[in-house]
């Protein structure tokens, strides 16, 4: 005969006195936190007198590719587990189907592919702003824009070469950017080719897109890289809110947790914030930091949730169990997709990194994704 299930929820309080003062401070220092991590990047590609060196942002990259890698494996996974195989739950979660949590994240997985497998038919071409992350601070050939008609006419004048980034697409499908380079002879066709002749009859109502530095970006470019990190930020949102609520509903261990807190939100940020800058939102365009915030904001909201529902909301309940549970599985399962598929592979397995990444170029960067990996594995031993 089975044993009888223990009870759900946490009948023995601490004993140690809940310091709402420490816990406020806590919140504070959260923001500051978050919205520093995330908003360095995007501040230091729009203001350009910081100077800040290419090799930083190339750092910044990819560690924060790592850190969201160990965000996913490392923190929701486990946590969606231990949560929702908690022996007081039903047998459902215990006994019946205990992988529930997995296939929680394999659905969360597929959904986004399902998303990204749409944008692609909508949108065409892949781009997630370089392997290198050179591109965030100085213009380059390599990235994927059209020459002006009045730049390509002078250029003609002149008798130099004209540049040109598209979109192709092979005999297979599949669409891959192209960098063409013409003689000034061939002036007509470079513009041929950067604007489709689908595209021309529809030059008068088409929407233009320029970055800061005044270069014009492809549209269907502009659109899937601002839809991807929409994604990949959903996915990190998702968490934070139980990230926040579960360091202030902690009385014993606190000044620990909240350090460990402190260095997750900091990383996870930096990870965030170097993708949204390598994103090229219009001269102007708010959305970046709209973005920023979001991130900044959606912890110290989970701690600020805490904090009015201390003395009513157990984590160790069957409710609590199930929702962090649950929540943790669905953002496991997009961050995985999201920083392997969108991340990782386009980085280093993707035409344009062997195009423009050596292969000690390569190495350092993934010696920084192992390094960004590591750190959050390390804060994982705490939180």
């Given at each position: 005969m089975a044993g009888e299930k223990p009870q759900c929820g946490n009948a023995d309080k601490s004993e140690v006195e809940y310091d709402l003062p420490l816990h406020v401070v806590g919140l504070f220092l959260i923001l500051a936190s978050s919205l520093l991590g995330a908003g360095f990047p995007v501040v230091a590609k729009r203001f350009k007198s910081l100077k800040i060196p290419p090799s930083i942002f190339f750092a910044c990259k990819h560690f924060g590719t790592g850190v969201l890698i160990a965000t996913a494996f490392v923190h929701l996974l486990p946590t969606a587990f231990g949560n929702l195989m908690n022996p007081c739950l039903p047998d459902l979660f215990?006994?019946?189907?205990?992988?529930?949590?997995?296939?929680?994240?394999?659905?969360?997985?597929?959904?986004l592919f399902v998303i990204e497998m749409y944008l692609n038919a909508k949108t065409g071409g892949h781009s997630h702003g370089g392997p290198t992350g050179e591109g965030l601070t100085e213009p380059s050939h390599h990235q994927h824009h059209h020459v002006r008609p009045e730049t390509a006419d002078a250029e003609?004048?002149?008798?130099?070469?004209?540049?040109?980034?598209?979109?192709?697409?092979?005999?297979?499908?599949?669409?891959?950017?192209?960098?063409?380079?013409?003689?000034?002879?061939?002036?007509?066709?470079?513009?041929?080719?950067?604007?489709?002749r689908s595209s021309k009859k529809n030059a008068a109502t088409e929407v233009r897109y320029f970055d800061e530095a005044g270069v014009e970006v492809d549209p269907q470019v502009y659109r899937k890289m601002s839809a991807n990190i929409t994604l990949l930020e959903g996915g990190i949102l998702f968490h934070s809110v139980f990230v926040?609520?579960?360091?202030?509903?902690?009385?014993?261990?606190?000044?620990?947790?909240?350090?460990?807190?402190?260095?997750?939100q900091a990383f996870e940020g930096l990870g965030l914030g170097s993708r949204i800058a390598a994103v090229p939102y219009p001269q102007g365009s708010v959305r970046p930091w709209l973005l920023v915030v979001a991130f900044g904001v959606t912890a110290p909201l989970g701690q600020a949730i805490g904090l009015g529902a201390r003395n009513t909301y157990d984590p160790d309940s069957a409710f609590g169990l199930i929702i962090v549970g649950v929540f943790n599985a669905i953002s496991s399962g997009l961050l995985i997709y999201a920083a392997l598929v969108d991340l990782l592979a386009q980085d280093f397995l993707s035409e344009e990194a062997e195009r423009l990444m050596s292969v000690k170029k390569k190495a350092t960067a993934f010696a920084f994704v192992l390094l960004g990996a590591a750190a959050m594995a390390f804060v994982g031993a705490f939180a």
């Open positions: 215990t006994d019946k189907y205990p992988p529930m949590p997995g296939v929680i994240m394999m659905g969360s997985m597929f959904i003609k004048k002149n008798d130099t070469t004209v540049i040109v980034g598209g979109i192709t697409e092979d005999e297979s499908g599949y669409s891959s950017p192209t960098t063409t380079e013409y003689r000034t002879g061939d002036s007509s066709s470079a513009l041929d080719v950067a604007a489709p926040g609520m579960t360091l202030s509903i902690t009385v014993d261990g606190f000044v620990i947790l909240l350090i460990a807190f402190l260095f997750h």
